[in-house]
């Protein structure tokens, strides 16, 4: 039988490991494109949009860093909803269970 200093172990190894996977994940960056590739858009890998181009030929060109910045704020804004839903799905999911502040589950 495992003691438990060795599972308290165990444990703090696995939450070091979780952190560095969400860091490198936080800093991996992935592009989206569209219309061939006349709209990219790069994100992290965790989701969050990094930056948008869009070819000046679909747009008018004294108008183009307007439509990025709003479709980038716009992206900002629906991706906090999200995290907010899935929150409250994981309340739910765990029956209203007191974590400690700033406990995240392995898959947030």
Excluded: C, W, Y
């Excluded at 995290?83 to 209203?96: C, L, P, Q, R």
């Amino acid at each position: 039988m495992m003691d438990f200093m060795g599972l308290m172990k165990q444990a703090q190894q696995m939450q070091a490991k979780m952190a560095e996977a969400q860091l490198e994940l936080e800093n991996t960056e992935v592009e989206g494109e569209a219309g061939g590739g006349l709209v990219k858009v790069t994100l992290s890998a965790k989701g969050a949009m990094k930056s948008i181009s869009i070819d000046p030929s679909l747009v008018k060109p004294d108008e183009k860093e307007i439509l990025e910045d709003l479709i980038l704020t716009a992206h900002m804004q629906a991706r906090a909803k999200a995290d907010e839903v899935m929150a409250e799905k994981m309340k739910a999911m765990t029956g209203g269970l007191q974590l400690p502040p700033g406990f995240k589950l392995p898959f947030g």
